[in-house]
């Protein structure tokens, strides 16, 4: 018995691998963020690939970063834990001088940390996950990771129908083709391309993530 709990915790820890392709692709949309450039809308302070504070307990600040960070850095990003939109824009100044994030700091902390984060939450967000590749998944961890878990709304409207797509009978293919064309209509919540709209690559993220999601 014990022997097959074992099996089945490994299959388990397999299907939550996301693959290269798609973190590729999450590390290209997100880049790497310095504490006192705030990205727009309701952010907060982030840092590193897309960690954002307004966002973030202290707890997961402390695992993240406290082993990359001065002590006087880590304690004034202290200050902006649960800081959002207004609030943060409010304080961005503070943090002109702290010492920029490196790519080896910031890759570190995303394998570690924010890997696993997401695609557990990608797991409760869609359940049916398993059922794709490891690219799939990664494609809707990169949707939760830039977008939040939040299924209703009506700027979530195509996140809600993948996952009642992900949990219908249909077959597998036809699941792969509705999911993308859901990709592809999500563009409609940012109406321009154009970088001065105030979401710069949202709708370049979503077609390459329909792209990468229908190769499979």
């Known amino acids: 018995m014990w022997k097959w709990l074992n099996n089945l915790f490994s299959r388990k820890e397999k299907t939550m691998i996301i693959g290269k392709e798609s973190i590729d692709l999450i590390l290209e949309f997100e880049g790497i963020d310095q504490p006192w450039k705030r990205p727009p809308g309701d952010s907060g302070i982030t840092l590193g690939y897309g960690v954002d504070l ?46 920029p994030i490196t790519k080896i700091q910031a890759r570190e902390v995303f394998d570690r940390c924010i890997v696993p984060k997401w695609t557990k939450k990608a797991y409760d967000t869609f359940p049916g996950l398993e059922l794709l590749t490891p690219n799939q998944r990664g494609v809707l961890t990169s949707l939760v990771f830039n977008r939040g878990t939040l299924l209703e709304g009506s700027r979530r409207v195509e996140m809600k129908n993948i996952a009642t797509i992900l949990k219908s009978n249909i077959d597998l ?44």
């Open 54 to 99: 307004g966002y973030t307990t202290v707890a997961e600040f402390t695992d993240y970063w406290k082993q990359h960070l001065s002590l006087q850095d880590f304690n004034l990003l202290l200050t902006a834990i649960g800081k959002k939109g207004a609030a943060a824009e409010a304080i961005e100044s503070r943090f002109r001088g702290i010492t």
């Open 173 to 216: 293919g036809e699941k792969v083709d509705k999911i993308t064309t859901q990709f592809l209509a999500m563009q409609r919540v940012w109406p321009s391309d154009d970088p001065q709209s105030g979401h710069p690559g949202l709708r370049r993220r979503r077609r390459a993530e329909a792209a990468l999601f229908k190769k499979g």
